[in-house]
């Protein structure tokens, strides 16, 4: 399959519920849509029309705490329900001793790292 342009869509609205030319593929954020609101009223029009994937920026699979298994459900159950053709998540860490800092932290290039890395 050829893909023309991916385009992030990052914000719930509107603009790409119409066909784009040259546009196959969107790429989802899916924490934008842990909630019940009109969000996901745009997604299934968008998902209807688009091939989707879905690009996790929130599992902080970096960091030495165990992920969120709430976190996890949520994505499991938008994937249950949307169907993205494939899942991403950057490695990168942005929780510790429980606080969230809400930014892609970049990891150590160590042994040790790559060790704990391996456990996924």
Request: aromatic content about 16%; charged content about 25%; proline content about 3%.
């Amino acid at each position: 399959m050829l893909y023309h342009t991916i385009y992030t869509f990052l914000f719930p609205n509107k603009s790409f519920t119409k066909k784009i030319k040259n546009v196959d593929v969107l790429e989802i954020h899916p924490e934008n849509f842990f909630g019940n609101g009109i969000e996901h009223h745009y997604l299934e029009q968008i998902s209807e029309i688009y091939d989707i994937s879905f690009h996790g920026i929130g599992l902080s699979l970096g960091s030495e705490e165990k992920v969120d298994k709430s976190h996890l459900k949520k994505i499991r159950n938008l994937m249950t329900k949307y169907k993205p053709f494939i899942y991403s998540e950057h490695m990168s860490w942005m929780k510790v001793d429980g606080i969230f800092f809400h930014d892609l932290l970049p990891l150590d290039y160590t042994k040790k790292r790559l060790n704990y890395l391996k456990l996924y």
